[in-house]
């Protein structure tokens, strides 16, 4: 059975910087494509980004291109991303996803995609 633990959420000020990891149990990370959503109450969850189970393509949702970076270490077992440039409109909770995959350069956008969830990580960003 796989599971996935995120860590590093917490409360930063506007303007600042977290580093998000997703700890994942299991021999066959490396074949796995990882994912980052968020969801705030009353809404849907939404994608952030994504990431190759062979690391060579990442993809991320428009309103964090160009602040967030997704990565991932398979001798870890990880997948992170790091925060940056924060504002408060991305105080969420944040999952981290994962899908087994088949074609290693393939990265996933859809919660429907995804077969494996975290329990998420609260990010709370001060104004």
């Known amino acids: 059975q796989v599971q996935l633990v995120e860590s590093g959420g917490g409360l930063v000020q506007g303007g600042g910087s977290l580093r998000l990891s997703c700890a994942v149990s299991g021999r066959t990370f490396s074949s796995y494509a990882m994912g980052w959503f968020r969801q705030t109450p009353g809404k849907e969850r939404e994608f952030v980004s994504a990431?190759?189970?062979?690391?060579?393509?990442?993809y991320y949702a428009e309103s964090v291109k160009g602040r967030f970076t997704i990565s991932r270490h398979d001798a870890k077992n990880t997948v992170y991303m790091q925060m940056n440039s924060l504002k408060p409109e991305d105080t969420a909770v944040y999952y981290c996803?994962?899908?087994?995959?088949?074609?290693?350069?393939?990265?996933?956008?859809?919660?429907?995609?995804?077969?494996?969830w975290g329990q998420g990580t609260q990010v709370t960003v001060s104004s």
């Open positions: 990431i190759s189970s062979n690391g060579g393509s990442t």
């Open positions: 996803a994962a899908r087994g995959v088949y074609y290693r350069g393939s990265y996933y956008s859809r919660e429907s995609e995804y077969e494996y």
